[in-house]
C-alpha cells in the first residue's frame, strides 16, 4: 500500500480491480477544509484516462508491472505472436491489447511486453522505428521552398506525411508517440 500524497507520474497503481498509470497529479490544501489529491490515472488495460480525486492520506495498493522484452514473430488476423527473449516462452496478444502498436511493428522486432500477475496487459514501444517508403508521388526540383508534405505508404501500411523530397525505397525514422516523419534513416 502507498499513501497518495507519494504518487509520481508513471506509477503504477491498482484501483477498484483494475490497473492505472498515474498521469498527472495535483496536491491541493483549500483555505477552508481537508487537503486532497486530484490525479490524471489511465488504465492500462483499455487505455482510457479518467480523473479520480483522492482525501489526503488516503492509500492505495501500488501494482508491480513487469516488462520483458520479446521478439516480434508474426500475426494471424487480429492476433499477434511474440517470443521470449530468454525462455522462448510464445505469447498471442490481440490487437486491443496492442492498440497502435501494430502500425510500427516488423517482423523479428524486439519490443517490451508490460505483464501484471504474468499476463500481458500492453506494449513498450521503442520511440522512435525505422521503416521502408512502399509507395509516394515523386517529388519535382524546386518544390521544397514551400515546406509541403505529401502523402507517403510505409511497409507497416501506415501512411505518414513526408516531405517533397523523400522518394520511394527511403527508409524513414518515425516516432511512435505521434506518428509523424522525424527524419531519414
Known sequence: MISVNDLRTGLTIELDGEIYSVVDFLHVKPG???AFVRTKLKNLRSGTT?????????????AHIETRQMQYLYNTGNEYNFMDMETYDQVTLSTEDLGDAPKYLLEN???????YQNQAIGVDLPTTVNLKVVSTEPGFKGDTATGATKPAVLETGITVQVPLFIE????????TRTG???SRA
Open 109 to 115: 522486432m524486439t519490443i517490451g511486453i508490460q505483464f
Open 168 to 175: 520511394q525505397g527511403d527508409v524513414l525514422k518515425i516516432d
Open 50 to 62: 479518467q480523473e479520480v480525486t483522492f482525501r489526503a492520506g488516503e492509500r492505495v495498493a501500488r
Open 32 to 34: 477552508k477544509g481537508a
Open 180 to 182: 509523424e516523419y522525424l
